[in-house]
């Protein structure tokens, strides 16, 4: 039987661990957190699983939540008129909603990542409990067959060299900020169905709402994208949860007012519903090579870590752990050599690829065939669909979005028919 070390319990971590697992390989999972103290501690992320990404979990019977999850069934976009912040539809330049091909779901990653641990426990699997080091790595990959690191922070990202034909930022583009609230009350433009809202305030940033699933049950998420050094960066020292969330809430009633409406009763869900930080966008050599020679393969977030702001972190992951899966599956009994762990990179980028173009270029000040494009999908719903499908297959994007060219022709065909 062979051997495989899983370092990291996130998404794509425990998504893969449990995958080998099922179809008989020997995993050892290696977390620096238990399942309580996850399940306890505070978010660590927002999430829109869309339904590609949400397949991957059903096909390894790992959906435990889809029941409970509410069922995401559209996504809206607004943007704010310029120089104009008053909570009417006339202060939106933009402000449309279009149905997803296939739900979307949003499960808190405390309560999804601590109960697939106690699954992979349950199931056999050796679970240890401990932050590791390159050193550990480097034993490790003597006792096992192949070690792959999923843990994106710390230490262990410094084996995987940036990547910087692929990598056009050395700085963080946004400053982050989340609230996980109970108490919001419903869009009024589509009471009875929930989306997800990205609100635009061109210059300023992004704020994101979404439904989710927490630990203490439905709930939905108050995201802001700030741009560096403008009016949203000001949640750095943040510690209070309560300032966080009325720092939140201030800034959403100067900037995106008809958000703010329906936000007046919210509370936080807990006292760990709260998040802000930054990160450069990077993508990294995938192979890790070890003081004593060996050899690891980065996984999901250590390889490519792109700004949440197109909301493909949790749907990167979940497809990293399926391409990973099958390319072990397929690899049988050989060795897991150099060689392999870049094809099996390589198979994933196919994907990735397409997710890392399109988020960068959402992170620059948008072209103006982009603008038309999001603009004109408040009067033409088939543009509205296809921008709003593009977040569960971004490849889409190459055929009308970034090449003014295409987008005109794909408006053209749209209004002929």
């Known amino acids: 039987m062979r051997k495989i070390l899983v370092v990291g319990a996130g998404q794509s971590g425990l998504q893969l661990a449990l995958g080998l697992q099922s179809h008989g390989y020997e995993v050892t999972l290696m977390s620096n957190r238990a399942a309580d103290e996850i399940r306890t501690g505070r978010v ?31 996504l809206g976009v607004s943007v704010a008129a310029p120089g104009s912040f008053d909570p009417g539809p006339s202060q939106r330049a933009i402000d449309w909603v279009a149905e997803l091909d296939g739900y979307a779901q949003s499960v808190d990653q405390r309560l999804k990542m601590a109960g697939w641990m106690e699954t992979f426990a349950q ?24 070690v792959l690191v999923s843990a994106g922070k710390g230490e262990l990202v410094s084996m995987f060299a940036r990547d910087p034909e692929r990598s056009p930022y050395s700085e963080p583009q946004r400053a982050l900020a989340v609230s996980y609230v109970h108490g919001l009350g419903p869009r009024p433009e589509h009471p009875d169905f929930d989306a997800v809202r990205c609100n635009l305030v061109p210059g300023v940033g992004e704020l994101f709402v979404m439904p989710t699933l927490t630990t203490s049950g439905r709930a939905d998420i108050l995201f802001w994208e700030g741009i560096p050094g403008g ?23 100067k900037f995106i007012p008809w958000e703010y409406a ?24 995938p192979i890790g090579r070890l003081p004593g020679g060996g050899l690891v393969l980065g996984v999901a977030d250590v390889v490519v870590a792109n700004d949440p702001i ?18 072990i599956l397929e690899h049988g009994d050989k060795e897991f050599d150099e060689a392999w762990m870049q094809q099996t990179f390589d198979r994933y980028w196919e994907t990735a690829r397409h997710v890392t173009k399109w988020t960068n270029a959402m992170l620059g000040v948008p072209p ?47 209004a002929g028919a």
């Open 44 to 74: 660590m992320s927002t999430q829109c699983m869309f339904d590609t990404a949400l397949q991957h979990e059903r096909d390894l019977k790992l959906n435990f939540w889809e029941s409970q999850a509410p069922k995401i069934e559209g």
């Open 123 to 146: 199931r056999g699997g050796q679970l240890v409990i401990h932050g590791a080091a390159v050193s550990d790595l480097d034993y490790f990959s003597r006792t096992y067959d192949l």
């Open 231 to 253: 009016p949203l960066d000001v949640f750095k020292g943040v510690k209070d949860p309560g300032e966080h969330l009325s720092l939140t809430l201030e800034l959403m009633e």
């Open 262 to 285: 329906r936000a007046t009763k919210v509370e936080l869900t807990d006292a760990g519903g709260t998040l802000a930080g930054r990160y450069a966008p990077t993508v990294r050599k």
């Open 310 to 327: 197109t909301g493909q972190g949790s749907n990167s992951a979940s497809k990293c752990a399926a391409a990973y899966l099958a390319s």
């Open 368 to 414: 103006e065939h982009v603008l038309n494009l999001i603009g004109a999908a408040g009067a033409m719903p088939p543009v509205a669909h296809r921008i709003a499908n593009g977040f569960n297959d971004p490849s889409d994007f190459e055929n009308f979005f970034y090449e003014p060219e295409k987008a005109e022709a794909y408006l053209a065909s749209v």
